[in-house]
């Protein structure tokens, strides 16, 4: 996907990677310390340790350093051992302090393997952790934030890949195009591949027949695939201008559980931050929820001061959830 090649010379293939390896997975590391993976892979290449590894993540590269098609001594089971010799080593960084530079690198992280996983055509069963081979407690960071929660992150990242989990803000849109709603067309083709020409995409058309994930546009007679339309106005027999979704708050009492970090507000606005963050693995009780505002949908909850404390758990942008709801 978007992994950098640092690839370490040749010449110290015998100390670092001196077996020909057919890869069966992915092994997970924690570098139990803070420096980044630049600085990881420059230390890695310089030295002549019998230790390494394929690829070191942070928050801001993953940077590649032994073929895919070579071992790496990173598992701790021995020059026989299964780790050492059939898996791709996946070292990330920060681990040592952990924070905010650790979840991104572990979210990072989630979305290199999980593009792994897909061009070897694995599934999650072939991500294993150091653990695994030679009981040592490696990955320590992400091991006590819950190995299970990572593999969810590269889960969802796999899912979002093979196009099976939508996260798209439109799609919901798309399920209310219904016969007699209006809409504007967006796309290149029409759904018999013919390409639409300019003059069409100026007006707006109405619904008329819809069929799977196509729609026939009654003023131009052609038939068009849905994710090529843009909802104008959903056509309800009292029909609605296009507004702005309205923001909501509504009473509800719940726990929440967070897979990424979030910082508590004493509003639901980006500038109202203050010091206090969830951390991934951590819960809130709350009790109201505030959907669409400034972007996000949010959660109040009591804080231990007294006052209100005001919580991301979904960006309307993105479409990226912040956790779950109990
Ligand atoms: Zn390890």
Redesign the pocket.
């Known amino acids: 996907m978007s992994l950098v090649k640092s690839l370490i010379s040749s010449d110290k293939y015998g100390v670092k990677c001196p077996y020909k390896m057919t890869p069966k997975g992915i092994?997970?590391?924690?570098t139990?310390n803070d420096a980044p993976a630049k600085n990881e892979v420059s230390y890695m290449k310089s030295n002549n340790n019998e230790v390494s590894y394929h690829i070191a993540i942070d928050d801001l590269e993953a940077i590649q350093v032994i073929p895919f098609d070579r071992n790496a001594w990173?598992?701790?089971d021995g020059g026989s051992g299964q780790g050492n010799r059939n898996y791709i080593?996946v070292?990330i960084c920060y681990s040592e302090s952990g924070g905010d530079r650790f979840i991104k690198a572990e979210k990072r992280a989630a979305k290199e393997v999980a593009a792994l996983l897909k061009q070897y055509g694995w599934t999650i069963n072939n991500v294993k952790?150091?653990?695994d081979f030679s009981n040592?407690y490696?990955?320590h960071r992400t091991l006590d934030m819950g190995w299970q929660r990572f593999l969810n992150m590269i889960q969802t990242e796999l899912n979002v890949l093979n196009g099976s989990y939508t996260q798209t803000p439109s799609s919901n849109q798309y399920q209310n195009i219904k016969v007699g709603s209006k809409v504007r067309v967006v796309g290149f083709n029409y759904a018999t591949g013919e390409s639409i020409p300019s003059w069409v995409k100026s007006n707006t058309y109405t619904v008329q027949q819809v069929n799977g994930d196509k729609c026939l546009l009654k003023e131009i007679v052609s038939w068009v695939y849905i994710r090529d339309l843009q909802i104008v106005s959903s056509g309800n027999t009292a029909p609605s201008t296009p507004t702005q979704p309205q923001s909501k708050r509504y009473a509800e009492n719940g726990t929440f559980y967070f897979d990424t970090a979030v910082t508590v507000r004493t509003a639901p606005e980006e500038n109202a931050k203050t010091n206090v963050v969830y951390y991934p693995g951590e819960h809130v009780i709350y009790h109201h929820v505030i959907v669409n505002k400034n972007g996000f949908n949010w959660i109040e909850y009591a804080r231990n001061n007294g006052t209100t404390g005001y919580l991301k758990v979904k960006d309307l942008s993105t479409g990226e959830s912040y956790g779950y709801a109990k």
């Open positions: 092994c997970i590391h924690n139990a990173h598992a701790g080593a070292e952790k150091h653990q040592k490696c990955p």
